[in-house]
Nanobody, 127 residues
Framework: VQLQASGGGLVQPGGSLKLSCAASGYTLDDYAIGWFRQAPGKEREGVSCINLSDNSTHLGDSEKDRVTVSRDNSKNTLYLQMNSLKPEDTAVYYC?????????????????????WGQGTQVTVSS
């Protein structure tokens, strides 16, 4: 069971990035997938999540209207599209899977709900 986040990089303020979260060893059905980020010296915070059992989503307050989550079933991959990026979006971004998605509706932006974590990908927003 592995998750791998990718797609980070250096982008100018106002730009966009699309991060990928690829799963191997299991299918993502019935899992909740969360996107989190952690900036230096700060706690890990939730960006968005989706419960793939009912397709419900939840977005962090600072990300509303700027991010969307999508899925490619054929590739067993989730995507996080981020637009209008700001310097304060600079962080290492992680995706994580939570099996709670099988049992309850909705999802949570609290890291403790997720038991499988991938390696992060660095996003730097700077001019």
């Amino acid at each position: 069971v592995q998750l791998q986040a990718s797609g980070g990089g250096l982008v100018q303020p106002g730009g966009s990035l699309k991060l990928s979260c690829a799963a191997s060893g299991y299918t993502l059905d019935d899992y909740a997938i969360g996107w989190f980020r952690q900036a230096p010296g700060k706690e890990r915070e939730g960006v968005s999540c989706i419960n793939l059992s009912d397709n419900s989503t939840h977005l962090g307050d600072s990300e509303k209207d700027r991010v969307t989550v999508s899925r490619d079933n054929s590739k067993n991959t989730l995507y996080l599209q981020m637009n209008s990026l700001k310097p304060e979006d600079t962080a290492v971004y992680y995706c994580a899977a939570g099996s709670f998605g099988r049992y309850i509706t909705g999802c949570y932006l609290t890291p403790g709900w997720y038991e499988n974590w991938g390696q992060g990908t660095q996003v730097t927003v700077s001019s």
